[in-house]
């Protein structure tokens, strides 16, 4: 088939690279002219495992296309999937310009029958108006359907969830966009779940917001059994094999952050709210969220009450491992309540060095690896669980230290163990 992906982010580049890998015609539309020179020559504006091997070989393939022009990428296409970003707003709505913009130019450049779909998250009730807008601006009379098909892969595994998706969901009351992206999805050996558009829109936030809710649950949990005994790690396993609950999901830690989970929580609740309802659950879900990326330093404190002129390290800037993505990643928390505490910060990632020197430019010192940053600091603090940090040398680690205070955001090491090395150490939900 022929497909269009406006958008090369995250959604965009994989669904469009996946799509093509399956045997599809695929052109990927952006309006950044130095993302789409980078990606004819290789160069992926995002990390991602796997992803430059497959838009490697389908753009030599010649099945795959990247362009500036959305006018081909209309014309040449007959199913347009709208993949733009849809960043928070300050009142924590979601911005939906990107989205407008691209369904006023496919209604300019509508050639034929067109299947467009949304498969940026957006609020529900958004394909109500793309629908109207190609409507009201074609000059011609073409006949087209406006299809909700969320996207629930995962950064850092983007491309193994974009293949094997749990399932597909299609969100159109048409039959015959129905039909044609039934055949379209055939390939991904999954469930496809046929509903309306609205149960669509309405599945992407639930999902995020569901998971979202356990990652909170459960961090909450961890912090009841700090102060009554217990390891949340244990009651995570004895509540996970319940199949009603799943252990999915359940690891407790330094709170929740990336592109997704924060701006789709705040968007979920603004939207109930200007429907006239409080949706309280996850309006405390954010706020225990917000709560939890601050107990790391709380801890530290503990150790070392006044930060000021101390030089903490701090392991992990991604917002989790395999990506260098620090979108509301709880590193930026961290650092910042180091800093304002008067406190000197020297931060290692294995990957997202560039991106962190674009967020704290001087204010803090990057290092070249883990002991690095970890030499002559008076304490660490473990923020993402990237595999190499699972691996430190430990007895090195407490020689490089000033002191021994190790606070492991992310239940790394076994309490016994970093006891017996000497190590003050403290994790998540588990005994000091
Ligand atoms: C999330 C969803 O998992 C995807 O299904 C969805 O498609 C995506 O958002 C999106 O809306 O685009 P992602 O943000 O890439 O994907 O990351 P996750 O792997 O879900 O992790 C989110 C955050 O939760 C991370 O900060 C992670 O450290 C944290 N987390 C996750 C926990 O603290 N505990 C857990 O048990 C799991």
Known sequence: MKLTVVGTGYVGLVSGACFAELGNDVICVDIDQEKIAGLKDGVMPIYEPGLKEIVDRNYEHGNLKFTTSLEAGVKESDIIFIAVGTPSQEDGGADLSAVKAVAQDIAQYINGYKIVIDKSTVPVGTGDWVEELIEQQQEADYDFDVVSCPEFLREGSAVADTMHPDRVIIGTESKKAADILDELHQPFEAPILHTDRYSAEMIKY????????????????ANICERTGGDVAEVAKGIGTDHRISDKFLRAGVGFGGACFPKDTKAITKTAQERGYDFKVV????????????????????????????????????????TDDMREAPSRTIIKQLLEAGAQVKAYDPIAMEEAQGIFADDIQYCKNAYDAIEDTAAVILVTEWDEFQDLDLDRVAELLTNPIFIDGRNCYDVEEMKKRGFTYYSVGRPA
Request: net charge positive; aromatic share 6%.
């Open 206 to 221: 639930a999902a995020n917001a569901f998971l979202a809710t356990k990652i909170s649950f459960i961090n909450e949990i």
């Open 283 to 322: 309006n405390s879900v954010v706020e225990a969220n917000k709560l939890q990326k601050q107990t790391l330093v709380k801890k530290l404190k503990r150790e070392v009450p006044n930060l000021a002129g101390q030089t903490i390290s701090v392991l992990g800037l991604a917002f989790k491992p395999n």
